[in-house]
Structure formats: structure tokens, C-alpha cells
């Protein structure tokens, strides 16, 4: 089942990880490879060692990766965006706030994070890794069968879809502009009435089951919901490639519309 967390700083005791030679992190970028030394710290941001783009709502120093206490840890050295970490398989994802650190506890962690009209994807690979999702949970995140204690009527799925179409699409790890409303509704053949009230509802239904980054407030939805939004779901396996389909389905462009 995916796990969202707080902000809270992780403490992870590694003393039982002896004293062996800390191994290197490999880090993939828009196809990109780099190993980063266990011996200085690593910054990702518009600045730093890892140059993510001039997008001026990136932070200059946003993510920074050091090893210490045997472990790998992320931390988040911004003051405004957020990042959704998970396992590979997205069985079990954690939101990184501004301020909170985490180690990184299994093999692979993808990283998720959107700063403006941008989502961005980092890969990072550690053969430090003290636990390991079971494949059961796994297989069952990347079947047909999605793993998730919420359920969408199949018109909520195919918006999520529309916004989510340019990530579902990619070859490899890139950066992608997410539709706007106006665009996706078009792409669906709704109304912008029709798309707003689903996107409310969609959003409603996450932010209730306790994903965050949906509302900007008590009773207020976020500015940036619809990145946020496609974030999660794709890193959750909301929606996959399987689900690309449901965008061209002519049943459902005629369906008679009903509120949710």
C-alpha cells in the first residue's frame, strides 16, 4: 500500500552496518549518469553540482545528497517546494518538505518534484540499501491492478490521464510541460466547467485519503494542485502507460456527465 509521510526528519541507527567502505550513489538525470563520492556533500538545484535548469521557481540549492552514519540521506534545503520520494515500483512513497532530511533505505529511489509548469525525475541507485520492497508488493504495483485505498469513476481516471499524458509518454527520464486545464479539457472534449469539477473532485479525494501538496490551505486548493496531482499519480502508478487509451475512447467522450 503507498505510504505518504510527513515532514518529519528521519533518524535511522546504522551502527550495525559496520565499518565498511561507504559505496558510491549513482544519480540519472535526463539520461545522464553521475557517481557521487560517500566524502562531500552533493547539491541538485538551478545552482549546484547538479544543474537541473534555469527555471527561475527552481530553488538555487534545492536537494542535497551526503552520506554519514553509514547511510545515504536526502535533504530537502529549500524554503518553498517539495519533493515525493519512492521506491521503484512506487509501493511506498514519502513527501519531503522543506527542511526534512530522509535516508535513502532502498535500492533504487525516484525522485519527483515540480517547480512552476516543470516536473522533474531523478533516479538514484545505492548498493547501500537496508530494506528492500517484497516483490509481492511490487508485481502488484506495476500490473494492471493498482494498489490504492481510493477509487476513481473512469471519467476522474481520464482526466488524471490528459494531465499526466507528456510523463506517461516519455522515453527515458526528461522533463516535461504539463498541459494546461484549457488543453486537457480540449484533449478530452470537455467543457472547462466539466474539467474544473472533476479536477475538484479528484483532488478532493487524494487531500482526504492524506496526500499533500493538493491545498494551499483550510478550505483553499493549491496553485500548483494539477502538477502535484500528476506527480503523485505517477509516481504512485495511479495511472500508466496502460491507461493512455482512455483518452481516445470515443464511448466515453459521449458519456452523459454526472457529478462524482
Known amino acids: 500500500m503507498t505510504e505518504e509521510s510527513s515532514a518529519t526528519t528521519v533518524e535511522v ?54 552520506h554519514h552514519d553509514g547511510l545515504w540521506w536526502l535533504a530537502n534545503v529549500g524554503v518553498r517546494l517539495a519533493a515525493t520520494v519512492s521506491s521503484a515500483g512506487g509501493a511506498v512513497q514519502s513527501w519531503l518538505s522543506p527542511g526534512a532530511r530522509m535516508p535513502l533505505v ?22 547501500e540499501a537496508p530494506y528492500e520492497v517484497s516483490r509481492h508488493v511490487e508485481a502488484s504495483m506495476s500490473g494492471e491492478t493498482t494498489v490504492m485505498p481510493v477509487s476513481f469513476t473512469t471519467l476522474q481516471k481520464q482526466l488524471i490521464v490528459a494531465l499526466a499524458e507528456p510523463m506517461l509518454r516519455r522515453e527515458g527520464v526528461s522533463m516535461n510541460e504539463l498541459p494546461s486545464s484549457s488543453d486537457a479539457a480540449k484533449r478530452l472534449g470537455w467543457t472547462m ?21 493538493l491545498r494551499g490551505g483550510p478550505g483553499k486548493l493549491a496553485t500548483n ?9 505517477v509516481t504512485s502508478q495511479v495511472v500508466t502507460r496502460a491507461d493512455l487509451p482512455l483518452l481516445d475512447d470515443e464511448a466515453l467522450r459521449n458519456q452523459v456527465d454526472s457529478d462524482d
Request: glycine residues 8%; contains cysteine; charged residues 30%.
Open 225 to 233: 494542485r494539477r502538477a502535484r496531482l500528476v506527480e503523485y499519480a
Open 13 to 66: 541507527d546504522a551502527g550495525a552496518k559496520g565499518a565498511r567502505e561507504p559505496a558510491p550513489l549513482r544519480l540519472e538525470f535526463a539520461g545522464e549518469w553521475h557517481v557521487l563520492p560517500p566524502d562531500k556533500a552533493f547539491i541538485i538545484g538551478r545552482e549546484g553540482d547538479l544543474e537541473i535548469d534555469d527555471n527561475p521557481y527552481l530553488h538555487r540549492h534545492f536537494l542535497e545528497l551526503q
Open 106 to 127: 532502498f535500492e533504487r529511489n525516484v525522485i519527483v518534484f515540480t517547480a512552476g509548469p516543470v516536473t522533474y525525475e531523478l533516479n538514484l541507485h545505492t548498493e
Open 193 to 213: 466547467s466539466k474539467f474544473n469539477r472533476k479536477l475538484d473532485n479528484v483532488c478532493d479525494k487524494l487531500d482526504r485519503m492524506g496526500v499533500q501538496g
